[in-house]
């Protein structure tokens, strides 16, 4: 069984930052895409960041230059780096991952339990 458990969340002003991380953990044998996703009230679950094994990065328009996702593979752990924190930032955040948990089964997109961001003075 494999289980994505999300931290960092929290409170926070405008303009301030935070660190989200993510860990995967479990019958894991090699992981591929990671990627965290957010979702407002009332609105779809979109993409806000993801990065391949191979490190690169791609990132929605409205946080280009404010976040940064980075991953420790050895750690099977990705992080969220949110800088200059807007209220329109405000979500329940999820973590993905695309995890291959033996050498023989195809890999499977798994989802963390949401941790919720909050940007507000």
């Known amino acids: 069984q494999v289980q994505l458990v999300e931290s960092g969340g929290g409170l926070v002003q405008p303009g301030g930052s935070l660190r989200l991380s993510c860990a995967a953990s479990g019958s894991i044998f090699s992981i591929y895409a990671m990627g965290w996703y957010r979702q407002a009230p009332g609105k779809q679950r979109e993409l806000v960041a993801a990065?391949?094994?191979?490190?690169?990065?791609n990132y929605a328009d409205s946080v280009k230059g404010r976040f940064t996702i980075s991953r420790d593979n050895a750690k099977n752990t990705v992080y969220l780096q949110m800088n200059s924190l807007k209220p329109e930032d405000t979500a329940v955040y999820y973590c993905n991952a695309d995890i291959q948990a033996t050498p023989m089964s195809t890999p499977y997109g798994y989802w963390g339990q949401g941790t919720q961001v909050t940007v507000s003075s």
């Open positions: 990065i391949r094994r191979g490190g690169s990065k």
